[in-house]
């Protein structure tokens, strides 16, 4: 397993293909710096790329999730941002910082396998970001949440105002966006943000390591073929989504695991897949 500063990766249970993402910088309450950014996407490349995972859990370690951007980067963002000579370049460079920090969150969309964030604490600004890339969210009792840019003085731009509206609603949304009020992971619950609060953390990990675990099991084709349908319809007209998933199923249908549901059905047993 490769080796990274501001995250981990963690197969819990050596005969499980799920896999554990950790954002690990717990005494920095896991805020987002430049490492990560070039980290985060490599390694979720990297799980992309392994036979042997199926799901990816995205988890915090310590006491939460993740605190949104690491302030001293932002703080070195903004000084190398500002070029007395020429306001061009200065623009252009800080776009081109933008959308390489953009590219590592979207890189969980990116991934063929699902993503499942795991929310504890707090998560707020960047994490917000994070999570709403995610295919699926789930968090415990004591997380709270905020789109919190607008506070900085930022426009929030890693994703959060792209992809909550189709997580939360439109109206939903730009409220929160715009108040970058807390709300409390029974509200996220409420708005849709997250499918279930958990108790606790380990009551999360169990809850959402069996949950992950079910989907390891489906057919890997199925489960990587539906996150990439979801995933490219939100972005397309509805004719252009059942023209994608006419021509992605029209190979994908061709699979041994059809027929390996067909046989296990046939013989009540537990259908069993090959690997990606
Ligand atoms: C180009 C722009 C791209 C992206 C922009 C994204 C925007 C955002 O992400 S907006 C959100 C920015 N984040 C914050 O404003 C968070 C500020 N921190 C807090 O509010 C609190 O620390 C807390 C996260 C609510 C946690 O509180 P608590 O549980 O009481 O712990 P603390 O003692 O406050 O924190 C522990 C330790 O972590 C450090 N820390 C927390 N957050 C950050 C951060 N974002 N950046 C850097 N460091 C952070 C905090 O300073 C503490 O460190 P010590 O050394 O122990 O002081």
Redesign the pocket.
């Known amino acids: 397993m490769e080796k990274y500063t501001t995250i981990e990766i963690v197969q819990e249970n050596p005969k499980s293909s799920v896999f554990t993402l950790y954002l690990n910088r717990p005494?920095?309450?896991n805020?987002?710096s430049r490492e990560f950014f070039t980290e985060f996407p490599n390694a979720l490349s990297s799980l992309d790329h392994n036979p042997n995972v199926a799901v990816i859990v995205l988890s915090g370690k310590g006491?939460?999730f993740c605190?949104?951007?690491?302030?001293?980067t932002?703080a070195s963002?903004s000084a190398d941002f500002q070029s007395p000579s020429d306001r061009g370049r200065s623009g252009e460079k800080s776009r081109r910082?933008?959308k390489f920090?953009q590219k590592a969150i979207t890189a969980i969309e990116k991934c063929r396998k699902p993503v499942i964030a795991a929310v504890q604490?707090?998560c707020?600004?960047?994490?917000v970001?994070i999570i709403s890339a995610c295919d699926m969210r789930f968090c415990t009792e004591d997380a709270f949440f905020s789109v919190?840019?607008v506070d900085?003085a930022?426009t929030?731009?890693?994703g959060s105002l792209q992809r909550l509206p189709a997580i939360v609603g439109y109206g939903n949304a730009m409220e929160l966006a715009l108040t970058a009020r807390k709300f409390s992971g029974s509200e996220a619950k409420v708005l849709g943000l997250v499918s279930k609060v958990f108790g606790s953390k380990p009551d999360m990990d169990e809850g959402v390591g069996a949950i992950a675990d079910g989907i390891a099991a489906k057919s890997p084709l199925a489960v990587i073929g539906t996150k990439a349908v979801l995933v490219r319809s939100r972005d397309m007209s509805l004719s252009q989504g059942l023209d994608f998933v006419a021509t992605w199923n029209s190979s994908m249908l061709l699979s041994d695991d059809l027929k390996e549901v067909a046989a296990a059905s046939l013989q009540n047993r537990k259908p069993s897949f090959s690997k990606l």
Not at 67 to 72: E, P, T, V
Not at 124 to 127: A, V
């Open positions: 005494r920095h309450s805020a987002l006491k939460h605190s949104g951007i690491d302030l001293k932002l963002i910082e933008i920090m604490g707090v707020i600004g960047g994490g970001d919190k840019e900085l930022i929030a731009d890693l």
